[in-house]
């Protein structure tokens, strides 16, 4: 299931792009050459929650944020690069020991590509769905406490791992060069962490998060 959905990704990514080159705007019904759509370019900055999966429930609902830069393929099309993070707890039956406890904390920074494909539903109306893959930084720190309460010990881990991701949303346009932004994105992450601590750290959720998107 992880390399289909790894495939079609790359497949959202890769078919917008070859047909943007090969049924670009000049083929487009009312372009002419010299014309230029408004707001080819935009840069987005988000904020959200983020809300881990069944496969993730050793982990607490968390923050998330992000920025993107993007361009339109056509009217119907845009290509994003992007930057992720998410910041969230693990849950204390998850990580108790005959000792006492670990707080573990999780941030993980990513560098998402998505692939957009996009619906106008009129000139102030966008609805987008899109897919992509992206390498993905996660640190994870431990604070060891005894029964009593005291901090002994602090600990971090990091791996970089590859993920894939789905999403949709809907852009609505407040003038001629911004528009509110509201998005869900389903992203899923493979960490090798087994080296240093002895569990699963496949990390996979939904991000529900809105902001705002200049367009230029």
Do not use: C
């Amino acid at each position: 299931m992880k390399r289909l959905m790894l495939t079609l990704a790359v497949f959202i990514i890769v078919f917008p792009m070859t047909a943007a080159m090969a049924h670009g705007p000049r083929h487009e019904r009312g372009w002419h050459q010299g014309d230029r759509y408004s707001g080819d370019n935009y840069a987005a900055v988000k904020i959200g929650a983020f809300m881990p999966d069944g496969a993730s429930d050793f982990l607490d609902n968390g923050f998330a944020a992000g920025a993107a830069l993007g361009h339109k393929l056509g009217r119907n099309f845009a290509l994003e690069f992007g930057l992720d993070y998410i910041s969230t707890d693990f849950h204390h039956d998850y990580s108790y020991d005959e000792y006492g406890y670990e707080d573990a904390y999780l941030t993980t920074f990513g560098i998402p590509v998505t692939a957009k494909f996009i619906v106008p539903l009129s000139d102030q109306v966008e609805l987008y769905a899109g897919a992509g893959v992206g390498v993905y930084f996660t640190g994870i720190d431990f604070d060891n406490e005894y029964y009593d309460g005291y901090y002994y010990e602090h600990d971090r881990i990091d791996d970089t791992g590859f993920g894939f991701h789905t999403l949709i949303g809907a852009d609505i346009k407040m003038s001629s060069n911004t528009a509110f932004t509201m998005e869900l994105k389903y992203t899923e992450i493979d960490h090798d962490f087994n080296e240093y601590y002895d569990k699963d750290f496949e990390i996979g959720g939904t991000t529900a998060s809105a902001g705002i998107k200049f367009l230029f």
